[in-house]
């Protein structure tokens, strides 16, 4: 079982930034793909970033591309989620999760096994 935490999350004005952060055992890392996803009342649950073991590959939904920073710092066990030029769109419950496969990153949130708690991100215009 892989714990993940989240953290960061609050209420910021349209434009603001919010960083978001998932801290998870330090060998999750290497082996698992680490990705960030939100979900809005009455939507379903979309990626918004996904990173490959070891980090050195990203991939990031469309709405997000240029906006959205996804990074990890293994010294430190975290994921990270940098928001810049929030708009009120991504307002969410935003998760953290790791799929153990390790490969299709980016294949969607079924191939995820492990799952945060969630955190709320709020973009006021």
């Known amino acids: 079982q892989v714990q993940l935490v989240e953290s960061g999350g609050g209420s910021v004005q349209a434009g603001g930034s919010l960083r978001l952060s998932c801290a998870a055992p330090?060998?999750?890392?290497?082996?698992?793909?680490m990705g960030w996803f939100r979900q809005a009342p009455g939507k379903e649950r979309e990626g918004v970033a996904a990173?490959?073991?070891?980090?050195?590959?990203?991939n990031y939904a469309d709405s997000v591309k240029g906006r959205f920073t996804i990074s990890q710092d293994i010294a430190k066990n975290t994921l990270y989620l940098q928001m810049n030029s929030l708009k009120p769109e991504d307002t969410a419950m935003y998760y953290c999760?790791?799929?153990?496969?390790?490969?299709?990153?980016?294949?969607?949130?079924?191939?995820?096994?492990?799952w945060g708690q969630g955190t709320q991100v709020t973009v006021s215009s």
């Open positions: 999760a790791a799929d153990p496969g390790g490969t299709y990153c980016s294949g969607g949130s079924r191939r995820y096994n492990y």
């Open positions: 330090r060998y999750t890392f290497r082996t698992n793909c």
């Open positions: 990173i490959w073991p070891g980090g050195g590959r990203t």
